[in-house]
Structure formats: C-alpha cells, structure tokens
C-alpha cells in the first residue's frame, strides 16, 4: 500500500524568500501525485499534480513541484512567498490501480512572516 | 458550476449520541469520498464509492460508522454512538471518475465535537 511522508511539519519563513516543502512517498507501482492546499477554515483545493510527461509541473499561484522517481521524491516550492501562502500543505498520492485510493500525508504547515 | 455541498457544518454532541452529515457532490461526479482529518493531521480516507457501489471502506470503523450513497449522488455518513476521539473535520469530496488522476473536489467540511 502507498505511503506518504512530510518531513517538515512547519515551516516559517520571511515574505518574498523562496521556500520548499518536502514530500516523499512509497508505493510497488506506479503513482499519480498531488499537491493540495487547506487556507484557514477552508476545504482543500488542488494546486498541481503529476500524472505523466514532464518532471517538473506548474501549479496555481506560482507554485511547482518536481517528481523524482529515483528519490521517490515530490517536493513543492515557490521562488518568492507571499503574506496569502500561509496555509496548511498537503502531498498525495495515488496508485494507478482499478480506482483512485487517494493518500494524504500529515501536512506542513506554511507560516509566512512578514 | 456548484462546489460539494456539506452539511452541517458544525456539529456538538455528547459522547454516545448519534450524528449524520449529508453530502451533495458536484453534478456528474462519479466518485465520492469521506474523509476524516483530526486536528493537526492530513485526511484519512474512510469510504469511497463509484456511483451507489463501494470501492473501498477498509479504514472505516464499521461497529460505528455507516455510509450510504443512494441512486449515486447524495451521500451520508452516521456515527452511532460516537466517541470523544470523532472529533474530527469530516470531508466530503468527489471526482469525474474516480480513475486517471482525476482532481479530487472538498466540501469545506462538517466540523465534530464530541463531549
């Protein structure tokens, strides 16, 4: 079964400095991945994903992420922070089995300082 | 085009009472999902359906939780009886087909508090 692992349950950093929040995974077969991001008080929403193709995906709001395959890796970042980033991080990850079991890991939370 | 629909939003209840949350996916969503997220964690998949059938239900608690979603499209989730460790944020998501990496869509939640 799949796993997901997030290295850094939080994450400070100072506006307009890049950040990177770690996501790494485990799964026997191949996987679909997802970034999702929960703002206070609100439900998820995507911000990117990887399906195939390109390791490098670009998401909303000047994020991306770069799959690893060798690293089984799936790391997000963003070159300059803003104020509206602070939020809670989700990584996911999917097998490409029958149906989409969708797996989350236990979050980064992002606090952006002013 | 209309999000999913969560009710209700918040919720207390004492310890060994009944609560059922009701969902509404986004029109033409074959799959649907119920999370649970406890604070400070990431969701934790607790039944997923494909139309009215159940695909997976294999964290869900079965001696108290109990799901059903009739004629594919509204979904409940009941705890009976509920414990203190329910408190928990409950999501309701769905997707076009539940297969491809589709984008899983969240209600912004039924928030539980059990006392």
């Known amino acids: 079964a799949q796993s997901v692992t997030q290295l850094d349950s939080q994450v400070p950093v100072f506006e307009e400095a890049p950040v990177e929040l770690r996501c790494n995974y485990s799964?026997?077969?191949?996987?679909?991945l997802f970034w999702y991001v929960q703002y206070p008080n609100q439900g998820l929403q995507l911000l990117l994903k990887?399906?195939?193709?390109?390791?490098l995906v670009k998401g909303i709001n000047g994020f991306e992420a770069e799959f690893n395959k060798s690293q089984t890796s799936f790391h997000l970042r963003k070159p300059s922070v803003h104020i509206s980033d602070t939020a809670e991080y989700f990584c996911?990850?999917?097998?490409?089995?029958?149906?989409?079991?969708?797996?989350f890991g236990p979050g980064t939370s992002l606090s952006v300082i002013p | 085009e209309a999000g999913v629909a969560q009710s209700p939003r918040y919720k207390i209840i004492e310890k060994r009472q009944s609560v059922a949350f009701w969902c509404n996916p986004i029109?033409?969503?074959?799959?649907l999902y119920w999370y649970q997220q406890i604070l400070g964690q990431g969701p934790k998949l607790l039944i997923q359906f494909q139309n009215n059938g159940v695909v997976d239900d294999s964290q869900l608690p079965k001696d108290r939780f109990s799901a059903e979603r009739l004629k594919g499209v509204d979904s409940t989730l009941k705890i009976q009886p509920a414990k203190l460790e329910d408190s928990a944020v409950y999501l309701c998501?769905?997707?076009?087909?539940?297969?491809?990496?589709?984008?899983?869509?969240f209600g912004e939640g039924s928030w539980l508090t059990v006392v």
């Open positions: 996911a990850v999917t097998e490409k089995t029958s149906y989409d079991k969708v797996i």
């Open positions: 998501a769905s997707s076009l087909t539940g297969t491809s990496g589709n984008t899983i869509y």
């Open positions: 990887y399906l195939s193709g390109s390791t």
């Open positions: 029109s033409g969503h074959a799959t």
């Open positions: 799964s026997s077969v191949s996987v679909y």
